[in-house]
C-alpha cells in the first residue's frame, strides 16, 4: 500500500519521532510510506503549504493519506487529501471550543477516519466515530541496557540516583514546576533531578535506563510515548493520573500513579528509589509492540480503501 504521512516538520530534528517510527513500523510490513512536513509555523506557513501538497498529490499517487495532528489534517484536506485518516494527539483536544468546532466540521465533510490515541481523548474530543488506536513502541529499539554502559552515554555522575523529567522544562503542559515541588520535598541529598532537552530520539533508550525513576507530571496528555517507552525498558515510574497512564502501568510493581498533589508525588518517587523491585513493564505492554499496532493500522487503512 502506498501511504503519506503529512505532519509538521518544525521540531529541531524535522519530522516528529513519533510520526517517523509509526511510518517505518509501516514500512517495515512492507508498505510504501513516504512523508509530507510542513516546514514553516503561522497561518501563513499552512496556507501556503496547500498548495505545495496540491502540486505533491497531483504529481504522485497514494493509497492513503495520513495527516498527524488537527492542523496538518486542515491542510491536508484543503490540498485535496483522499481518503484522508487524520490521528488527532493530547493537544487538539485540549484546544480551544471553536477549534474543537471546527475539527469535527472537517471530520463531517472531509476526514475519513479519525483516531485518537486514548479512550479520554475520545470522550474529551466527543467524536463517537473515532478509533482508539496509541501509538506502538518499537520494541527492538527500547530495552534494558546494562546502567554503567547508558551513563557513559548520559554522562550522569554514577555516585548519584537519577530522577528522569523526560521531557523539556520549558513546555509548560509538562507542568515542570511540580516536578520540582515534588523533588525538593525528597529527603535524599544523593539524588539528581534530570531533565530533556534537544536529546536525540535514537539516544533515549540509554537516557531510560540510566535514570532510577522516570518522572511525568503533566498537565493532560493522550497516550505518552515517554512512559510506553520507559516501561519497554523495565524503569521505575511516577506519573499523575493524565490520559490513558492508569491503564498502561496498570499493576506495574515499581511504577505508581500518583495526583498532583507534590506531597504524593514526593513519597512515591521516595518508594520508587529505595524498593528494590525490577519492574516487568515491558510484558504489561506486550500490546503495544509497534508491528502490533502497524498491522491494526493497516487494518482500518484496508477498511477505509475498500
Known amino acids: 500500500m502506498r501511504i503519506l504521512f503529512v505532519s509538521s516538520g518544525n521540531t529541531k530534528n524535522g519530522i516528529s519521532p513519533i510520526v517517523f517510527n509509526q511510518g517505518q513500523s509501516l514500512a517495515a510490513l512492507g508498505h510504501q510510506v513516504s512523508f509530507f512536513t510542513i516546514k514553516e509555523k503561522g497561518i501563513k506557513g499552512y496556507l501556503k503549504h496547500i498548495f505545495i501538497l496540491h502540486k505533491r498529490l497531483r504529481a504522485h499517487s497514494y493509497d492513503v493519506i495520513h495527516a498527524h495532528y488537527s492542523l496538518s489534517a486542515i491542510v491536508a484536506a484543503l490540498a485535496g487529501s483522499k481518503p484522508l485518516v487524520v490521528s488527532l494527539m493530547g493537544s487538539d483536544v485540549k484546544a480551544s471550543p471553536l477549534f474543537k468546532y471546527l475539527i469535527k466540521c472537517f471530520h463531517t465533510f472531509f476526514w475519513k477516519k479519525i483516531i485518537v ?5 475520545k470522550t474529551v474530543c466527543g467524536i463517537q466515530a473515532a478509533s482508539v488506536l496509541p501509538n506502538g513502541v518499537n520494541f527492538s529499539k527500547f530495552k534494558k541496557m546494562a546502567k554503567e554502559e547508558a551513563l557513559q552515554v548520559t554522562q550522569w555522575n554514577p555516585n548519584y540516583q537519577h530522577i528522569l523529567f523526560a521531557a523539556n522544562p520549558k513546555r509548560k503542559e509538562k507542568n515542570y514546576t511540580l516536578a520540582q515541588q515534588a523533588f525538593e520535598l525528597l529527603d535524599s541529598p544523593n539524588t539528581k533531578l534530570q531533565t530533556l532537552v534537544d536529546v536525540p530520539n535514537e539516544l533515549m533508550p540509554a537516557y531510560f535506563n540510566a535514570a532510577d525513576v522516570i518522572l511525568l507530571t503533566s498537565l493532560w496528555e493522550g497516550s505518552p510515548n515517554v512512559i510506553k517507552e520507559a516501561m519497554a525498558c523495565n524503569c521505575k515510574i511516577v506519573a499523575v493520573a493524565v ?18 498533589n507534590p506531597t504524593t508525588i514526593a513519597h512515591a518517587l521516595q518508594d520508587a528509589l529505595q524498593t528494590t523491585v525490577t519492574p516487568n513493564g515491558r510484558s504489561h505492554i506486550s500490546h503495544l509492540n509497534a508491528e502490533v499496532i502497524a498491522n491494526k493500522l493497516t487494518n482500518i487503512y484496508t477498511t477505509i480503501v475498500s
Do not use: H, L, N
Open 243 to 260: 490520559g490513558d497512564i492508569e491503564e498502561i502501568i496498570g499493576t506495574t510493581q515499581g511504577c505508581y500513579v500518583t495526583d498532583f
Open 117 to 121: 490515541k486514548s479512550s479520554d481523548m
